[in-house]
């Protein structure tokens, strides 16, 4: 046992140390991992067919707790059912773009606040924070930086301000809910949570932490947005909103859609429909209404991150099969002292320091079940731990320009269109708002729960 201890040790840190340096692509490295812990942990070091079978977790399919659950049953392995939702959440958004929805929803609010700089800057914050709660970040921000891009040329304001207070917001409101961001989604569906649990507890940190950073990105940057002497900008001139909906049908049945997918989210706790039926059904509804175009949308899904998270989970399993999780769950015990106070600050903070430079998905993947193990050793409720953890790799992601996806992405539209972000002036606004935030979430745990 040991020496597949030690192999899937090895592997991990591997993964971890492919997927940081960023030269082969992340989803060929987890796949890659994957199998070199199937075969080598598994395999050859515990000869165990129960821990590759365990590990699939193909045999959730055929089970009724996959697709309708009634009470919290333990997920091991390949959680296909934060997979098969994020498929079927990439479908939907895909049929949303192609409507011309999100250019829309941008250009209609640019013109409720009559394009002024400030108002835009303020407004686009909080859209990137509430779409965030229910869209993928990475979309959220390809979408709002793209449109500040164009915005920003038309009314002559610098984007780059606004834009890094888009990805700053869009991972702060991806932390109020279970859909939000892909390590809620983890935590979510490996411990029961539903989509009001994040809601009532996570969602409300997040507004209150919104408040403060719109105080703090508006001192912050409100000189650098507006030029000295820019010109007013005639609205009348600038192309209409409704320009942005390529066809008036498929914009209604996107918005239908969307729609529905929030009301199942929000319901299935009094439902009992797992995120796993959600999303088939969704992607479902999608495909359908597209008729002719249903193929085309399907090709423009995500696949390589589909990929990347079946060989991340299968890693993750390695860890658990092997013990070694459990390991760093009594090493988390053991230096808290049993301090439930010490051990969430634990959580929180190294979670944040982590996600600062590492991807946070394959972390909170990982921590997940040290949670789990913390809990049930400690006392302390596997739901506080559960807050902790998702905020602080949700938060911490945003300190560095490498720590989650959005702010690649968003970094990316805006040097693609003349506007580079160095390292030097995204960490010197956006590590001091990540710090503020969790001093925020950390007192917001201990008064609530502890």
């Not at 030029?227 to 918005?255: H, M």
Request: hydrophobic share 55%; charged share 10%.
């Amino acid at each position: 046992m040991l020496t597949a201890s030690v192999f899937a040790v090895v592997i991990f840190i591997v993964m971890f140390f492919m997927i940081v340096l960023d030269k082969i692509e992340r989803h060929i490295v987890t796949l890659g991992c994957g199998l070199l812990t199937l075969v080598v942990v598994f395999g050859i070091c515990m000869h165990s067919f129960s821990a590759i079978w365990n590990t699939l977790a193909i045999k959730n399919f055929v089970t009724r707790d996959f697709w309708y659950q009634v009470t919290e049953s333990e997920s091991k392995g390949i959680n296909w059912a934060t997979i098969i939702f994020i498929a079927g959440m990439m479908v939907m958004v895909e049929g949303m773009a192609k409507a011309g929805f999100f250019r829309w929803l941008c250009m209609k609010i640019a013109f409720i606040v009559k394009c002024r700089p400030i108002p835009v800057f303020i407004t686009f914050m909080i859209m990137s924070a509430v779409l965030s709660m229910f869209i993928d970040s990475i979309t959220v921000i390809m979408f709002l930086s793209a449109v500040t891009v164009e915005l920003a040329q038309l009314l002559d304001f610098n984007p780059v301000p606004v834009i890094l207070s888009e990805i700053f917001c869009a991972n702060l409101g991806g932390s109020a809910t279970m859909c939000g961001d892909p390590p809620n989604i983890i935590v979510g569906t490996s411990l029961g949570l539903s989509f009001f649990d994040f809601l009532n507890n996570t969602g409300l940190c997040a507004g209150i932490s919104l408040v403060f950073s719109v105080i703090f990105f508006y001192f912050a940057f409100r000189k650098e947005i507006v030029k000295d002497g820019a010109k007013q900008v005639d609205i009348s001139t600038l192309p209409a909103p409704s320009e942005s909906i390529s066809n008036k049908r498929d914009f209604i049945i996107s918005c239908v859609i969307f729609g529905c997918a929030v009301v199942l989210l929000v319901t299935h706790s009094m439902t009992h429909l797992t995120v796993a039926s959600i999303g088939l059904f969704i992607a479902f509804l999608t495909v359908v209404t597209a008729g002719k175009s249903a193929l085309e949308l399907l090709k423009k899904v995500d696949y390589k991150t589909l990929l990347f998270f079946i060989g991340l989970f299968v890693v993750v399993g390695g860890l658990e099969e092997t013990g070694i999780l459990e390991y760093i769950a009594d090493f988390i015990k053991d230096i808290s002292g049993g301090n439930a106070m010490l051990m969430i600050a634990i959580i929180l903070w190294i979670s944040a320091l982590a996600s600062a430079f590492v991807d946070n998905i394959p972390f909170s993947a990982t921590m997940v079940p040290v949670i789990q193990s913390l809990a049930g050793t400690t006392g302390v409720s596997i739901n506080t731990l559960a807050w902790a953890l998702s905020i602080g790799t949700d938060i911490g992601g945003s300190a560095t320009p490498i720590g989650a996806s959005a702010n690649v992405v968003g970094t990316s539209v805006a040097a693609k269109n003349g506007y580079p972000i160095s390292w030097g002036k995204y960490c010197a606004k956006l590590a001091p708002a990540t710090v503020m935030v969790l001093a925020i979430s950390t007192v917001y745990i201990f008064v609530r729960y502890i």
